[in-house]
């Protein structure tokens, strides 16, 4: 098992064939936050969305918990629910970097890299407030901090209003020592080359309103052959704010680099 965590991730999956299709969350949503996604590709892919350590149903970590362990900790995970296969790796935010990370731990069972609410940000200057925030405010901090996810016009909206009371109405099984501890492993530097070690096909969605948007491009070009999508008017979390559009610029990067085995039905 990795280390530092107290056991398995906890994990759901929608879709009986196809390849498979892994999903990492943001802070501070859980696994749900791909509801969309995982309705949409589960068509055509064996879906699995996860809940990192101190999220959802996923047990707590302990102190020296490094974005490796987190990880391997992913990649039981799917081989928990399909054993020795290759994965579509698709995230949000540190879910995004942790697709770096898991790519580097198993580059031969990385197919590709969907990245969405992610820039490069060496100096991550935004963990010190929100540790600070989880300090002060405790575990109930996630229900603000998930519109913060959400462009203004968004934020309005029934919708983020649903997600933010669903994320919320998990804080009973979260631990927000566990979500403090992650955010200092993600405070660590990468090592050398993290990011030119990617061998894959590799794109970043990317809303126009989010505010790591500008810092995506510098990201970009750090991995090589690295695509981009703009989701005008979009936040963070733009999966949930714009779905058909996410869904259909996955499709179309899956299908460009023959990963969509939906191709064929389709024309």
Request: proline fraction near 7%; glycine fraction near 8%.
């Amino acid at each position: 098992m990795a280390p530092h965590i107290d056991g398995p991730l906890y994990y759901e999956t929608m879709g009986k064939s196809g390849p498979v299709m892994a999903f990492v969350h943001p802070n501070p949503m859980d696994q749900s936050c791909w509801i969309f996604q995982m309705a949409r590709m589960s068509t055509w892919y064996r879906c699995i969305a996860i809940d990192l350590p101190g999220y959802g149903k996923s047990p707590k970590a302990s102190a020296g918990l490094t974005m490796a362990d987190v990880a391997q900790a992913c990649w039981e995970a799917i081989d928990d629910a399909y054993p020795d296969e290759r994965a579509i790796l698709v995230g949000c935010s540190i879910g995004s970097s942790m697709l770096i990370w898991m790519h580097n731990h198993r580059p031969d069972k990385t197919a590709a890299l969907i990245m969405c609410g992610t820039g490069y940000n060496p100096n991550k200057e935004f963990i010190p407030g929100r540790i600070e925030r989880y300090q002060t405010e405790g575990i109930g901090y996630r229900f603000g901090y998930t519109f913060e996810d959400f462009s203004p016009a968004f934020r309005a909206t029934p919708m983020a209003h649903y997600f933010a009371e669903l994320f919320a109405e998990r804080n009973v099984f979260g631990d927000v020592d566990t979500i403090i501890t992650q955010f200092k492993a993600y405070q660590q530097p990468e090592p050398e080359g993290h990011h030119a070690k990617v061998a894959c096909p590799a794109i970043i969605l990317t809303g126009s309103e989010d505010g790591t948007h500008r810092s995506a491009f510098p990201l970009q070009k750090r991995i090589k052959g690295c695509e981009m999508k703009i989701l005008y008017g979009a936040g963070h979390a733009c999966q949930i704010e714009q779905p058909a559009l996410f869904n259909r610029y996955m499709t179309e990067f899956l299908t460009a680099h023959k990963l969509f085995p939906g191709t064929a039905q389709r024309s």
